[in-house]
């Protein structure tokens, strides 16, 4: 089945800066990648998504690209506010009916 | 949006005692859901795929007489925590994709949990 790994498990950057989490996956098959927002007790809300059709997809302050030779993909995130300290979690669509399995999660806390 | 509502939000219960968790789609049908589990700090695990009308799928390791699930409508799955103590206490989240986006390349959309503790 398919396999999800995500690096790095926390991340801390300063106010303003970029943060960059990476994700592989083990299922070629795999056509759809999307990333998780989740808050503390809350539950996971969409931020983007990626489908194996495209290379690279931006909304405003974040962007996903995805290297499919590599099965690899990663999430960007510029301009960074406190706002966006949350844990974040990627995930892929194996080939097998239509479950998501998620990755191990990124704790991502912005500095002020 | 496509809505996912999920009851309890909270529940303790006693152990040997058993606990139902509701998930419905409020504006949208889902011949699939599926239920995930997360243990504080991690990520989301998934447990089964729920099958409207017809048997639940469990992933590897996880009881299925345990934890049965029914999906008796387009709109309604239900996860039971059978016979529960103090290790099944946690996070436990449903999901389920819209039947009218395209198969296997849309987004889950989530329920808000339910958080059990099993005393």
């Known amino acids: 089945g398919e396999n999800v790994e995500q690096h790095p498990s926390t991340l801390s950057v300063q106010e303003g800066d970029s943060a960059v989490i990476k994700c592989t996956y083990s299922d070629s098959a795999s056509n759809y990648f999307p990333w998780y927002k989740q808050e503390l007790g809350k539950r996971p809300q969409l931020i983007i998504d990626i489908r194996s059709n495209v290379g690279e997809k931006k909304d405003q302050r974040i962007a996903v690209t995805l290297n499919k030779t590599a099965k690899h993909f990663s999430l960007h995130i510029t301009e960074t506010q406190p706002e966006d300290s949350a844990v974040y979690f990627c995930?892929?669509?194996?080939?097998?009916?239509?479950?998501?399995?998620f990755g191990s999660g990124t704790r991502l806390s912005i500095r002020p | 949006g496509a809505v996912v509502s999920q009851h309890p939000s909270r529940v303790i219960c006693k152990s040997g005692t058993s606990v139902k968790i509701e998930c419905r789609s409020l504006?949208?049908?889902?011949?699939?859901m599926f239920w995930y589990r997360q243990f504080p700090k991690k990520s989301l695990m998934l447990m089964a795929t729920s099958n409207e009308g017809s048997k639940a799928t469990y992933e590897q390791g996880v009881e299925k007489d345990k934890f049965l699930i029914n999906h008796a409508s387009l709109t309604l799955s239900t996860l039971t925590v059978t016979s529960a103590h103090p290790e099944d206490s946690s996070f436990y989240i449903c999901?389920?994709?819209?039947?009218?986006?395209?198969?296997?390349?849309?987004?889950?959309?989530f329920g808000n949990g339910t958080r059990l503790t099993v005393t």
């Open positions: 999901s389920a994709r819209d039947n009218g986006a395209s198969w296997g390349n849309s987004p889950l959309h």
């Open positions: 995930a892929a669509s194996g080939s097998s009916a239509s479950k998501i399995i």
């Open positions: 504006d949208f049908q889902a011949t699939t």
